[in-house]
Nanobody
């Protein structure tokens, strides 16, 4: 079955950086687009970034453009999200998901808190 395990979240000061990782198993990773989305308490889920199977096409949420970078290593079955210049409004639980969008095939999430 699909397994997605996120890691790399934590507490960071505004302006700081974090790199999230998502280890995938149970499906042919290189055959699927992958996504990161987030959910903050009391807010709707937001699709943060999507990358196609070989990285040829990438889409970002407007508010993270220029600050976040999605990437993947198909040899390691791993998805990444490099987050720079973090803002308090980026605080949320971040999920990786199989496919291009907010999917039920997702990990357990990793908490990102941006606070001084």
């Amino acid at each position: 079955q699909v397994q997605l395990v996120e890691s790399g979240g934590g507490l960071v000061q505004p302006g700081g950086s974090l790199r999230l990782s998502c280890a995938a198993s149970g499906f042919t990773f290189r055959s699927y687009a992958m996504s990161w989305y987030r959910q903050a308490p009391g807010k709707e889920r937001e699709l943060v970034a999507v990358i196609t199977s070989f990285g040829g096409s990438i889409v970002y949420l407007d508010s993270v453009k220029g600050r976040f970078t999605i990437s993947r290593d198909n040899a390691k079955n791993t998805l990444y999200l490099q987050m720079n210049s973090l803002k308090p409004e980026d605080s949320a639980v971040y999920y990786c998901a199989k496919g291009a969008g907010i999917s039920s095939d997702r990990g357990q999430g990793t908490q990102v808190t941006v606070s001084s």
